[in-house]
C-alpha cells in the first residue's frame, strides 16, 4: 500500500472489499457500521494517523486473505490430474514426437 493514503480512499477500499466478501447485503452487516462509526469518530482526533494506519493495515489484511483464497482454490490439489494439465498450470507444454512415440518401429 501507498504510505499516502487518505482516509476517505481507505475507507473506500475497506468497504469495497467487504462488499466482495458479503455480497450485495454488505450494508446490514454490524462491519460496515462498525468501519463508518470509526472513521466519523477519528476524523478530526489526534490520534487520526494511528485510525489510518489501522484502517491501512485492514486492508491489506482483507485484500491479501482475498488473494490467498483465489490462489487457494485454483492450485489446491484435486486429486491426480493429467500430465498435460499440470504442466499447463505452470505454462509449459509436453514435447510431440512426429510420427510416434520414437520407440516404435
Not at 494517523?49 to 482475498?66: E, F, G, P, V
Request: proline share 3%; with cysteine.
Amino acid at each position: 500500500m501507498a504510505a499516502v493514503t487518505s482516509p476517505l480512499r481507505a475507507c473506500r477500499g475497506i468497504l469495497k472489499e467487504l462488499r466482495i466478501a458479503k455480497g450485495s447485503d454488505y450494508r446490514n452487516t454490524l462491519v460496515y457500521k462498525h468501519v463508518l462509526e470509526q472513521f466519523r469518530r477519528n476524523q478530526f482526533c489526534r490520534a487520526r494517523m494511528d485510525a489510518l494506519h489501522a484502517a491501512r493495515t485492514y486492508l491489506c489484511l482483507l485484500t491479501s486473505t482475498r488473494m490467498h483464497l483465489r490462489l487457494h482454490e485454483r492450485y489446491h490439489g484435486r486429486g491426480d490430474r493429467a500430465l498435460e494439465e499440470v504442466a499447463g498450470l505452470v505454462g509449459l507444454r509436453l514435447p510431440t514426437q512426429p510420427g510416434g512415440k520414437g520407440w516404435e518401429t
